[in-house]
């Protein structure tokens, strides 16, 4: 058994276009996490920055954001939502981590090659250290859990191996301070379901994303029934029609996708859905699959709506959720200091 009570924490940065797969990978674990855990979800507004944002923008979609954990279903009383920026404890715990984590480990991240490009010297900083704050908004809560989508596995090894070498470079002194073996949790990653990993909807071996230039390429939780409509038919497919088990998906990344979408907002395993529409060619699924996505997505997306109108309750949730997270946050960062050896 783990020394360590057990606390799920998540965040979601703040950068506009939140979509179908932040939904499916992410937020529908949120809700369901809350029924037997204490939970902790976070809008990652420090990490938006590292790349270029418009300042009124950010606190629109930091307001947005918060608006769709609770129209989601999470409930900000019985959970802390709140803002990153809110809580100076991630930053601060940021840097003592920067100072324990290898600069040849921040280098192997896929995401920052990905997102830095070619011109990779004119990434900002904050970019290539995106991974170490990530560790750092776990771990200065000490959080077990973390559910995220496929795409953040590797960013969530490395926290486990930041709070792995911390525990092991201060153990003396952990233990000295009376914390026992070990200081931080390893937190594990929660990635399950059938929709870890949404694809593009113009090209399913590329990933949904909240920066694809294509606003075709992905659903906005912000979409309306039209919009809905529009982008599931244009969504590219292949001449075939569906086959009857899983194993005919393989090779067909579009079609996957589509099934892997309809599976994950119908609550079925892809066996199931193949089991009713093997056979249907793609003109009929994808009908389906709109009255699906417009009955799952038009209330939440209604709500959202109502709840982000009313900015002094959004703006009231998430101050009062800093506040509580920082009472957690400031006793931890106390101790990290005492481990550390800065005089407070
Ligand atoms: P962000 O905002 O980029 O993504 C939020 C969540 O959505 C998941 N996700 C997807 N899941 C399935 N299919 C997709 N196409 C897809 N695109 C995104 C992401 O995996 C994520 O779970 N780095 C985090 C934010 C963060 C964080 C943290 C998460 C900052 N600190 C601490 C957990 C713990 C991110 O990717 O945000």
Same mark, same amino acid.
Request: hydrophobic fraction near 40%; glycine fraction near 6%.
């Given at each position: 058994?783990?020394?360590?009570?057990?606390?799920?924490?998540?965040?979601?940065?703040?950068?506009?276009?939140?979509?179908?797969?932040?939904?499916?990978?992410?937020?529908?674990?949120?809700?369901?996490?809350?029924?037997?855990?204490?939970?902790?979800?976070?809008?990652?507004?420090?990490?938006?920055?590292?790349?270029?944002?418009?300042?009124?923008?950010?606190?629109?979609?930091?307001?947005?954001?918060?608006?769709?954990?609770?129209?989601?279903?999470?409930?900000?009383?019985?959970?802390?939502?709140?803002?990153?920026?809110?809580?100076?404890?991630?930053?601060?715990?940021?840097?003592?981590?920067?100072?324990?984590?290898?600069?040849?480990?921040?280098?192997?991240?896929?995401?920052?090659?990905?997102?830095?490009?070619?011109?990779?010297?004119?990434?900002?900083?904050?970019?290539?250290?995106?991974?170490?704050?990530?560790?750092?908004?776990?771990?200065?809560?000490?959080?077990?859990?973390?559910?995220?989508?496929?795409?953040?596995?590797?960013?969530?090894?490395?926290?486990?191996?930041?709070?792995?070498?911390?525990?092991?470079?201060?153990?003396?002194?952990?233990?000295?301070?009376?914390?026992?073996?070990?200081?931080?949790?390893?937190?594990?990653?929660?990635?399950?379901?059938?929709?870890?990993?949404?694809?593009?909807?113009?090209?399913?071996?590329?990933?949904?994303?909240?920066?694809?230039?294509? %606003?075709?390429?992905?659903?906005?939780?912000?979409?309306? =029934?039209?919009? /809905? &409509?529009?982008?599931?038919?244009? !969504?590219?497919? $292949?001449?075939?029609?569906?086959?009857?088990?899983?194993?005919?998906?393989?090779?067909?990344?579009?079609?996957?996708?589509?099934?892997?979408?309809?599976?994950?907002?119908?609550?079925?395993?892809?066996?199931?859905?193949?089991?009713?529409?093997?056979?249907?060619?793609?003109?009929?699924?994808?009908?389906?699959?709109?009255?699906?996505?417009?009955?799952?997505?038009?209330?939440?997306?209604?709500?959202?709506?109502?709840?982000?109108?009313?900015?002094?309750?959004? %703006?009231?949730?998430?101050?009062?959720?800093?506040?509580? =997270?920082?009472? /957690? &946050?400031?006793?931890?960062?106390? !101790?990290?200091? $005492?481990?550390?050896?800065?005089?407070?």
């Amino acid at each position: 058994m783990s020394p360590f009570p057990q606390r799920v924490f998540s965040g979601v940065q703040s950068t506009g276009n939140l979509h179908l797969g932040n939904y499916l990978g992410a937020i529908v674990r949120f809700v369901e996490l809350q029924k037997s855990f204490d939970c902790m979800y976070c809008v990652v507004d420090l990490h938006a920055i590292t790349v270029p944002q418009d300042p009124i923008a950010l606190k629109a979609n930091t307001r947005e954001i918060a608006a769709a954990f609770i129209a989601c279903g999470i409930d900000p009383k019985q959970n802390i939502v709140f803002n990153q920026s809110q809580v100076p404890e991630h930053a601060e715990l940021a840097w003592v981590l920067n100072c324990v984590a290898r600069i040849g480990w921040l280098n192997r991240m896929t995401q920052f090659k990905d997102k830095a490009g070619k011109d990779r010297e004119n990434a900002s900083m904050g970019l290539l250290d995106y991974p170490v704050l990530m560790a750092a908004d776990i771990l200065i809560y000490r959080a077990t859990h973390v559910p995220v989508g496929d795409d953040q596995k590797q960013h969530l090894e490395l926290a486990r191996d930041i709070a792995q070498k911390f525990n092991n470079d201060f153990s003396e002194s952990i233990a000295r301070n009376g914390f026992g073996e070990a200081f931080f949790p390893l937190p594990e990653p929660l990635i399950s379901g059938p929709a870890t990993r949404v694809m593009s909807l113009r090209d399913g071996t590329k990933k949904m994303s909240k920066s694809d230039a294509s %606003d075709y390429s992905r659903i906005n939780l912000s979409d309306d =029934a039209d919009q /809905i &409509a529009q982008k599931v038919k244009k !969504a590219k497919t $292949d001449p075939d029609a569906l086959p009857s088990e899983e194993k005919g998906l393989e090779g067909r990344p579009e079609a996957d996708n589509l099934v892997g979408i309809y599976a994950a907002l119908s609550g079925q395993s892809k066996t199931d859905v193949l089991g009713e529409f093997g056979g249907a060619n793609f003109s009929n699924f994808k009908s389906a699959l709109v009255d699906l996505a417009v009955a799952k997505l038009a209330p939440i997306t209604d709500k959202m709506r109502r709840i982000r109108e009313d900015e002094t309750y959004v %703006d009231g949730v998430l101050r009062d959720g800093a506040e509580r =997270a920082r009472a /957690i &946050a400031r006793e931890n960062m106390n !101790a990290v200091k $005492d481990i550390v050896g800065f005089l407070r």
